[in-house]
Nanobody, 125 residues
């Protein structure tokens, strides 16, 4: 049974940077694709970025492209999300998720069986 845990959230002013990390117990990330999602209060989950299991390809949502980077930290055994030039619209709870099926596109939440509890990111103007 895999458990995911996000860390690195916090409060930052507009234009600042944060790096989120996702750690796993009971499994590894090496054989699974991973995504970061986010959810603002009262809104639907929004896909942020995807990293393939082979580490050969990555995609990010248009709203964060050029500002957010997803990567694997092999030394720490984590999947990280480096966020730069943060904007108030980035305020949300951020979740990492492990993809277990490939029935839809990479941004399909139901393809991810394992989710962390989330970490809060707050960006002030």
């Amino acid at each position: 049974q895999v458990q995911l845990l996000e860390s690195g959230g916090g409060s930052v002013q507009s234009g600042g940077s944060l790096t989120l990390s996702c750690a796993a117990t009971g499994g590894t990330f090496s054989n699974y694709g991973m995504s970061w999602f986010r959810r603002a209060p009262g809104k639907e989950r929004e896909w942020v970025a995807w990293l393939s299991k082979e580490n050969g390809i990555a995609y990010s949502a248009d709203v964060v492209k050029g500002r957010f980077t997803i990567s694997r930290n092999n030394h720490k055994g984590t999947v990280d999300l480096r966020m730069t030039n943060l904007k108030p619209e980035d305020t949300a709870v951020y979740y990492c998720a492990r993809r277990t099926t490939y029935r839809g596109a990479m941004y399909t939440p139901t393809d991810y069986a394992d989710w962390g509890p989330g970490t809060q990111v707050t960006v002030s103007s």
